[in-house]
């Protein structure tokens, strides 16, 4: 697979139409707004901000100008079980053992449901943390009654680290 957009199969491509805020319909002066805020997610340490912060200044009825910038810290850590086999997986309707021994030869009991018996397994835990910057700027400018103009640009960063922890059982 490619995700060329040229490419017919397996890409993607397609026209996004993204209306932002108009600045022109801002009060005259200066207008502001922000947002802030703490996550946290179950077996990750403490709280991450995530915060917006928005600005417009219209100088004038027709000349104006916005731009915002935001920053997104998500910390999250998810316990899997995970099976893995080299070659063709085991069916079989045998189990023996116990907690205390590993099976011997008499200690197989035929049950009445088969199960997949995984040749590998493990226990993980998985540490995820992605920080997001974002900014966005924009200038609008009605030139005159039947004709506006506007430029927006927009920003975005995401850094992403996964740390996983692994037992095999």
């Known amino acids: 697979k490619n995700p060329n957009a040229s490419i017919t199969e397996g890409g993607?491509?397609?026209t996004i139409d993204l209306r932002t805020r108009d600045p022109l319909n801002a009060p005259l002066g200066l207008s502001y707004g922000g947002n802030l805020r703490g996550t946290t997610a179950e077996g990750t340490s403490g709280w991450?901000?995530?915060g917006t912060l928005v600005a417009?200044?219209?100088?004038s009825p027709t000349f104006a100008i916005t731009g915002s910038v935001s920053y997104d810290d998500e910390k999250t850590l998810t316990k899997e079980f995970e099976a893995y086999n080299r070659s063709q997986w085991d069916?079989?309707?045998l189990t023996g053992g116990s907690a205390t021994h590993a099976p011997?030869?008499?200690d197989y009991v035929t049950i009445a449901t088969p199960?997949?018996?995984?040749?590998?397994a493990y226990v993980s835990n998985i540490n995820d943390e992605r920080k997001i910057l974002g900014g966005t700027l924009g200038v609008s400018a009605k030139l005159s009654d039947g004709l506006?103009?506007?430029?927006?640009?927009?920003?975005?960063?995401?850094?992403d680290v996964s740390t996983t922890f692994s037992d095999k059982i």
């Open 91 to 93: 069916i079989t309707n």
């Open 115 to 120: 199960y997949i018996q995984p040749q590998l």
């Open 12 to 14: 993607l491509g397609g």
């Open 56 to 59: 417009t200044w219209k100088a």
């Open 48 to 50: 991450t901000p995530n």
């Open 148 to 159: 506006k103009t506007s430029l927006n640009w927009f920003y975005s960063h995401e850094n």
């Open 104 to 106: 011997g030869p008499g």
